[in-house]
């Protein structure tokens, strides 16, 4: 039996003086709760606040719409809240991945490897997936996943393939290789997908944390 789910999620590198990783988040769940998340972003967020759309970058910096939360503290508070609500309606169940980058370097370097950050990283999301319905599967049940990557570049194809290749030589691998991670096209995708744009909020609050 396949349980089936639907995937989204965003990258995320960056390397300044605080911070130099790269992450990879998102949601997963089935058809129904999508159906329930993207009305409730929609009514809960955008049209609540105002918003065309959203995006943390712009967010942070006050651009366009945006403008309104400068200065405005408890009024930014209150789309975060929103935003985390939106969430608890639908019971999306969020993943994440984030890797060092100067760790990997070093690493590649002692052991003569090649291993990519990005491919790393979407091969963790995807074992992660899987430890997530761990207590959903029986028997021969697995996974069957469609994970939607907001880029279409000749990189994220080959990460892909290589993460694939990282889940089949892993132990415990199991029914990894059901999931299926996906490139899309990411010009002006983000922007009418609210999918992508609770990936966005999700990849950034992860990375408070490095």
Known sequence: MAIKMRGWFDDSTRRDS?????ALAGCVGTAEQWQIQDAAWRNDVLERFGLPYFHVREFATFAGPYEQFKDKPVLSLELSQAILG???KSQLRSFGAMTRLDDLTRFNRERSRNISHYALNIYTCMFNIKQIFRKELTGDDFVQMCLDISSDDQGTNQAIKLANLYASTHPWHGPVENIAPQPMP???MARHTPALQVADFVVAEMRKYT
């Open 186 to 188: 990411k010009e002006g």
């Open 18 to 22: 605080q911070h130099r990783v790269a």
């Open 86 to 88: 939106t969430s608890q």
